[in-house]
């Protein structure tokens, strides 16, 4: 089987993050991230009203999470992982499919993120989430300096966002010499 693949579809619940999941959540998070968030950090976030913490379970294990904000026409995805050993088993897809199903419910158009330059492994997955990398963000994480892309997933049948309309910047330029 290539790396890109998934194996096999694990069937697990999604649901609201609680105080008491933040042991597991915090463990995924350090072995997903060189600059992982700390529990302060989450607890931070949380105490927001317009954030929102969930968790995927398996067999009453944690074995990941999604934190993201609501916004007037979208969400934005603040922090996602899945524990290393539940990859490639449809775990992720299944989160951004509840995040896809909440964009009508709420009549939300679009969900957004910023990801690392260097994170090539999410960057993949979330193209084949049907993320389109919008804008490169100069300098944009603080503790390395680094650049990121934002990522944009629209519902079809949502209007174009004009802002990038005719933006040039390293994504579109690779885009136009594939």
């Given at each position: 089987?290539?790396?890109?693949?998934?194996?096999?579809?694990l069937d697990v619940q999604i649901r609201w993050l609680i105080?008491?999941?933040?042991?597991?959540?915090?463990?995924?998070?350090?072995?997903?991230?060189?600059?992982?968030?700390?529990?302060?950090?989450?607890?931070?976030?949380?105490?927001?009203?317009?954030?929102?913490?969930?968790?995927?379970?398996?067999?009453?294990?944690?074995?990941?999470?999604?934190?993201?904000?609501?916004?007037?026409?979208?969400?934005?995805?603040?922090?996602?992982?899945?524990?290393?050993?539940?990859?490639?088993?449809?775990?992720?897809?299944?989160?951004?499919?509840?995040?896809?199903?909440?964009?009508?419910?709420?009549?939300?158009?679009?969900?957004?993120?910023?990801?690392?330059?260097?994170?090539?492994?999410?960057?993949?997955?979330?193209?084949?989430?049907?993320?389109?990398?919008v804008n490169v963000m100069r300098g944009h994480y603080h503790?390395?300096?680094?650049?990121?892309?934002?990522?944009?997933?629209?519902?079809?049948?949502?209007?174009?966002?004009?802002?990038?309309?005719?933006?040039?910047?390293?994504?579109?330029?690779?885009?136009?010499?594939?």
């Amino acid at each position: 089987m290539s790396a890109g693949k998934i194996s096999e579809r694990l069937d697990v619940q999604i649901r609201w993050l609680i105080r008491r999941d933040m042991p597991e959540v915090l463990e995924i998070e350090q072995a997903s991230f060189d600059h992982s968030w700390t529990e302060e950090d989450f607890l931070s976030s949380l105490r927001q009203r317009h954030c929102i913490g969930m968790v995927v379970e398996l067999n009453d294990q944690i074995i990941g999470f999604m934190i993201y904000e609501l916004h007037k026409i979208s969400l934005r995805i603040l922090n996602f992982a899945v524990a290393p050993a539940y990859r490639r088993h449809g775990i992720g897809v299944q989160m951004i499919q509840k995040l896809v199903d909440k964009l009508s419910q709420q009549r939300r158009s679009e969900i957004d993120l910023t990801v690392r330059e260097t994170n090539l492994a999410a960057q993949l997955f979330f193209q084949n989430q049907g993320f389109k990398a919008v804008n490169v963000m100069r300098g944009h994480y603080h503790d390395t300096d680094e650049d990121a892309y934002l990522m944009r997933y629209q519902l079809m049948d949502a209007p174009e966002w004009l802002p990038f309309e005719g933006v040039r910047n390293r994504i579109s330029e690779f885009k136009d010499a594939a």
